[in-house]
């Protein structure tokens, strides 16, 4: 099961290096809800390859302004301390796998 974590958990996590898989959400986004579950089957998947954790942009509005999320769900892949890539929308289990293949 993903972690719902805050903004500042997740700069924890990006400063220190790890590379991070990060599905921006809202509770009441049936899309969000969607692709949570799609997630949480490819996380055993990739769990080798990177941390999958949830955060609420009603909750953290602050850290969704400063990377410029205006549509959910927004899944972000942090690597090297940065934003390398990503994905709006929702995406069947097919393609956020090819996505997450692609870029962890």
């Known amino acids: 099961m993903m972690r719902?974590?805050?903004?500042?958990?997740?700069?924890?996590l990006v400063s220190g290096g790890k590379t991070v898989v990060c599905d921006f959400r809202?509770?009441?986004c049936m899309p969000c809800r969607m692709l949570?579950?799609?997630l949480e089957e490819l996380e055993g998947e990739f769990?080798?390859?990177?941390?999958?954790?949830?955060?609420?942009?009603d909750e953290n509005?602050?850290?969704a302004a400063s990377l410029g999320i205006f549509s959910i769900p927004d899944v972000y892949i942090f690597s090297g301390g940065?934003?390398?890539?990503h994905s709006?929308?929702?995406l069947?289990?097919?393609?956020?796998?090819?996505f997450l293949s692609e870029n962890l």
Request: proline share 2%.
């Open 4 to 12: 719902a974590i805050s903004g500042k958990e997740l700069d924890e």
């Open 26 to 28: 809202a509770d009441w």
């Open 36 to 38: 949570g579950q799609v």
């Open 47 to 57: 769990r080798e390859k990177a941390e999958f954790v949830q955060v609420d942009i």
């Open 61 to 63: 509005g602050d850290l």
């Open 82 to 85: 940065g934003v390398k890539t």
């Open 88 to 90: 709006v929308g929702f």
């Open 92 to 98: 069947p289990e097919e393609e956020m796998r090819d």
